[in-house]
């Protein structure tokens, strides 16, 4: 057989996490200790709990703000979201709320978005975004006739 045993010698057999006492290797003596880590199957898989939501309050003086434009900044360690109010032909816009986010946090925050607003296409349709010039230009730009109008009879 090979050499003397060493004191740290181990068996190791399976992948999981049980540990119970096995049978020394073949060069071992037989009273020298010996982990052997089994396997543990479960036969059912976890289940998925829900995510846990802290409860939010809304506190009756909060203001609610229409807003229809965002202006967004960032830095290394934020993202500044400033949400305005955009009227034609005013300018400036007006600030209406500003808001810090970690860039985990606004990843996050988009994943929710992303999620929420295609559930409202699925259940109302899809949201068509103009084409063309920016989304501020498309929103206020003058009335215009329609592309084709219809035929006076």
Do not use: W
Request: charged letters at 20%.
């Amino acid at each position: 057989m090979g050499g003397p045993c060493p004191t740290d010698h181990l068996v190791i057999r399976g992948t999981s996490h049980s540990i119970t006492r096995g049978q020394p290797a073949p060069d071992c003596p037989s009273d020298h200790p010996v982990i052997q880590e089994s396997a543990v199957m479960s036969t059912q898989p976890p289940k998925p709990q829900p995510p846990h939501l802290p409860p939010m309050e809304l506190p009756p003086e909060l203001q609610v703000e229409y807003v229809n434009m965002v202006r967004i900044a960032h830095s290394p360690s934020e993202l500044v979201f400033d949400f305005a109010h955009m009227l034609p032909g005013e300018t400036p816009a007006k600030i209406q709320s500003r808001i810090v986010m970690s860039p985990l946090g606004a990843k996050l925050f988009f994943r929710a978005l992303s999620e929420n607003l295609a559930k409202y296409e699925s259940a109302f349709g899809e949201i068509i975004v103009p084409r063309g010039g920016s989304l501020a230009e498309q929103l206020f730009r003058p009335p215009s006739p329609p592309e084709n109008p219809p035929e006076k009879s």
